[in-house]
């Protein structure tokens, strides 16, 4: 049996340091960083790795909004949100997640576009 998402991406020590990773790659990165001036940049870490360990099947317990209510009234246009997938497949390849985890992550990451994207 093919384990889950979650053991494959490392599970929770995995999944934080990646969530960590990518929340570092937005803020080096133009395109979204000015999104996050007025970021508690541990709390919101705390929160993409809550995320994560929960939605792909860990122990965790995101105790965030979800991603409507999160995002709602941002106005996040598409490149902002292509420059977000691009800041997560780099933060998976920076920890050498394989390729099959990197479609699944994103295949999941771009089905949450209703929710986010002008919204
Ligand atoms: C699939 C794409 C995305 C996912 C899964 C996602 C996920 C999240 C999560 C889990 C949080 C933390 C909520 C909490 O802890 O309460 C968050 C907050 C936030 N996201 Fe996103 N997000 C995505 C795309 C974007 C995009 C494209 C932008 C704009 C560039 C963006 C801007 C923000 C901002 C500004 C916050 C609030 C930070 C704060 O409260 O300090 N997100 N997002």
Do not use: W
């Not at 979650?6 to 929770?12: A, C, H, I, T």
């Not at 803020?27 to 792909?56: C, M, Q, W």
């Not at 800041?87 to 949450?112: H, P, T």
């Amino acid at each position: 049996m093919t384990a889950s998402l979650y053991e494959r991406l490392g599970g929770s020590e995995g999944i934080t340091r990646i969530a960590s990773d990518v929340v570092d790659l937005h803020l080096d990165n133009p395109a979204v960083s000015p999104r996050y001036s007025a970021s508690n940049i541990e709390k919101l870490k705390h929160g993409a790795a809550t995320f994560f360990i929960t939605a792909t099947g860990g122990p965790a317990v995101y105790e965030g909004k979800d991603m409507l209510a999160t995002h709602k009234g941002m106005n996040i246009n598409a490149t902002e949100y292509m420059a977000v997938l691009d800041d997560c497949l780099a933060g998976l390849e920076r920890n050498n997640i394989g390729q099959r985890e990197q479609e699944e992550v994103l295949f999941a990451l771009y089905g949450l576009r209703k929710e986010i994207l002008a919204v």
